[in-house]
């Protein structure tokens, strides 16, 4: 009996706990900056946002995050150093511009590796994503979540791309990461690796004719004003990542660091609705600016499939055989 009378006190103490309001958990009132890169009225600023409303529901209001965007603490490279160095708590960014950190993160950069959305979440929600992201925490980072940058389509100012030829002496501005220079040089391309926080301007000035990004950041970023032609190609599936400084979140307690996750998987269901619902408003709303838009048949793809199958060729001899098997051991399992 009083065993029994033991493990129903024990119960409900806690069941109690869970319960507690943040008031009663261990969580202290802090300021969190959270930069990124494209503008508040983007899907990364919507999702941006969204974090910080329920990061401030589950705290009682003491975890504050506050979103910079427009890249006003800098490019993705300099916000992933701050937080490094313990100068910035969080940031979202692109993995592509996390190989200079990491490098098997350029797996995820091969062309044409994610036929859908439902293979790309499954891989990077999964064992395969978790395990890559892990690997930030010696270099300073705590990966939280994978949002969704999209499939990537090119754009430029001089003519329809309606083969990989069109795109021969093309100044195609690219993400500073060997794979994409290496890819659209392979097109005949030539390919100018850039911070994205240049881009506009860029495009502007002519310094280059064309860039590469999802439809909803060409729209949200008002490509259109800049650049008369896109080509929907799909040619590679582009992850965001929820970043933390790793010094600051090694600081937060158990409740703090439960709560922050909690907040970053709502984000990450908001974030990929919202981008998926987005990009189909984009489309129709890039036809209305005036953009010239073709699709490129399922035969011209395989064409810039084989023209760039190196690419892993050259990925798996860089020392990235083992991740890209991985990789692979795990989209086998999806589709
Ligand atoms: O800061 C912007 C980046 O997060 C992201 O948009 C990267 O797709 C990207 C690009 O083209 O730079």
């Known amino acids: 009996m009083r065993q029994f009378l033991l493990s129903t006190v024990a119960i409900a103490v806690v069941t109690l706990v869970g319960a507690l309001p943040a008031q009663a958990q261990d969580v202290k009132s802090r300021l969190i900056r959270f930069g990124y890169g494209l503008s508040e009225n983007s899907n990364q600023g919507r999702a941006a946002k969204f974090f910080a409303q329920e990061l401030d529901k589950q ?3 003491k975890l504050r995050l506050k979103g910079f965007g427009d890249a006003t603490l800098g490019s993705d490279v300099q916000m992933q150093n701050a937080l490094i160095g313990g100068a910035q708590e969080m940031m ?9 950190i990491v490098k098997d993160f350029g797996v995820y950069d091969l062309p044409f590796l994610f036929a859908n959305e439902k293979e790309a979440d499954a891989v990077l929600d999964g064992p395969f994503g978790e395990k890559l992201m892990a690997r930030l925490q010696e270099k300073g980072l ?3 979540v994978y949002w969704e940058n999209g499939f990537r389509n090119l754009t430029n100012s001089k003519r329809p791309v309606t083969k990989y030829e069109d795109l021969s002496g093309i100044k ?4 500073q990461n060997p794979i994409y220079i290496d890819m659209f040089n392979q097109f005949g391309a030539n390919a100018v690796p850039m911070a994205f926080s240049e881009l506009f301007t860029a495009l502007e000035t002519g310094t280059v004719d064309g860039q590469e990004n999802p439809v909803t950041t060409i729209q949200s970023s008002k490509f259109y004003e800049v650049q008369k032609f896109l080509t929907i190609s799909r040619h590679v599936y582009s992850p965001w990542i929820v970043l933390a400084s790793k010094r600051w979140h090694d600081g937060l307690s158990a409740d703090e660091k439960k709560m922050l996750q909690s907040a970053a998987e709502a984000s990450r ?3 990929r609705s919202d981008s998926r619902k987005a990009s189909i408003e984009s489309m129709t709303e890039l036809k209305a600016k005036g953009m010239q838009i073709n699709e490129l048949p399922a035969a011209e793809l395989q064409r810039m499939r084989d023209k760039v199958k190196p690419a892993y060729d050259k990925f798996a001899a860089d020392g990235g055989a083992q991740v890209l098997a991985d990789l692979q051991a795990a989209l086998a399992k999806v589709r």
């Open 172 to 175: 195609l501005r690219v993400m």
């Open 59 to 61: 705290s009682g209001g």
């Open 269 to 271: 269901a908001f974030e």
């Open 92 to 100: 979202v960014g692109s993995t592509a511009t996390l190989v200079g």
């Open 142 to 144: 705590v990966g939280l």
